[in-house]
């Protein structure tokens, strides 16, 4: 069982997202009826605003049916800050090394939220995310690996970053 970890705020910010998601099954519900009965005929026959609900009403389950499988695998940690490790929202310079002559560096914030903010500057990567889970708890001038599509991909952790 693949936990999910979140510190406390990314656990508020999961059921403030499941809370959303039922909200808007009922919205969708309502639509749905709309649709049915104000429809000519037997209501859902060849009722485009009806198919249109129903295919909302597929996608919000299936995304119900996600979280609540998720909710099983939450974890919130409250980890002590270790001066030596990366920690939950340390701000770090990474490179990510594809050669020996072909190297990025990106500055990074690790976060314990479940969904990063993607509106700030600076780049929000989950605990859960590749990244994420290849330098939490790793030691500042590590060479880290995580997979993306069966490809092992390298990052060094080059320094923590004040800003």
């Not at 050669?99 to 560096?105: A, G």
């Amino acid at each position: 069982m693949n936990e999910i970890l979140v510190t406390e705020e990314g656990y508020k910010q999961f059921y403030e997202k499941f809370e959303d998601l039922k909200n808007s099954s009922l919205t969708n519900a309502n639509t749905l009826s709309k649709a049915y009965n104000d429809y000519v005929g037997d209501g859902w026959h060849d009722n485009p605003a009806y198919e249109e609900a129903m295919r909302v009403n597929r996608m919000i389950d299936n995304n119900i049916k996600t979280m609540l499988e998720q909710s099983k695998k939450l974890k919130v940690i409250n980890d002590t800050y270790d001066e030596n490790l990366v920690n939950i929202n340390d701000i770090v310079k990474i490179e990510f090394i594809y050669s020996e002559d072909d190297i990025e560096n990106e500055i990074i914030k690790l976060t314990g939220k479940f969904i990063p903010n993607e509106e700030l500057d600076i780049c929000e990567i989950t605990l859960n995310s590749p990244i994420g889970k290849a330098i939490y708890k790793k030691k500042i001038g590590d060479i880290c690996s995580y997979d993306v599509a069966n490809k092992k991909m390298k990052i060094r952790i080059i320094e923590r970053v004040k800003i």
